[in-house]
């Protein structure tokens, strides 16, 4: 046999070795994910907080709790979680909020918040108006199609 066929076949099977590895570990992280999501559903409860403050920051520097450290793992205390410091009742506490809510999360106003443990998975009345996302700035590109399109009288493009 030719030597380049060989060494064809033998990436070829250790390629789907991985892949069938990858996919069973990934079958495994979704069951997991499941049971956490239940676990955070069967916690939930609404509460009433003020926002003080909201940044990104790394697990050990954000104030949480000892026991939220030691639970977490090694690799992962440098990385940055969305961090909310909100007064809820007399308390000051730092809460992780959900990535998808955090930019909706309006700071220095009372909110009422789904919490569940030291977790906000989402934001449900302001009081007051809604702040604004700041509109996003449109790239070189953009203005420049955006010109061409207004200049021949063609419709734009969404």
């Known amino acids: ?10 990436i ?21 994910q499941a049971q956490q ?3 955070i559903e069967a916690m939930k409860q609404t509460v009433s907080m003020l ?7 790394k697990i050990k520097d954000a104030g949480l709790p000892p026991m939220v450290l ?7 205390r440098g990385s940055k979680l969305p961090i909310v ?3 809820i009742g007399p308390q000051i506490m730092s809460l992780v909020c959900d990535e998808k809510i955090f930019d909706s999360v309006p700071v220095k106003k009372e909110v ?8 906000i998975t989402g934001v449900k009345g302001l009081h007051g108006k809604a702040p ?6 449109k790239g070189f590109f953009k203005r420049a199609l955006e010109k061409a399109q207004e200049k021949t009288g063609a419709k734009p493009l969404k």
């Open 1 to 10: 046999m030719n030597t380049a066929l060989i060494v064809t076949l033998v």
């Open 112 to 119: 009422k918040a789904v919490v569940s443990g030291i977790y």
């Open 51 to 57: 926002v003080i403050d909201k940044k990104r920051m």
């Open 12 to 32: 070829l099977a250790v390629l789907a070795i991985v892949i069938a590895v990858l996919y069973f570990l990934g079958k495994k992280a979704q069951k997991r």
């Open 132 to 137: 604004q996302a700041p509109a996003k700035k």
């Open 70 to 76: 030691s639970q977490t793992p090694k690799l992962l």
């Open 85 to 87: 410091k909100a007064k």
């Open 37 to 39: 999501q239940e676990q």
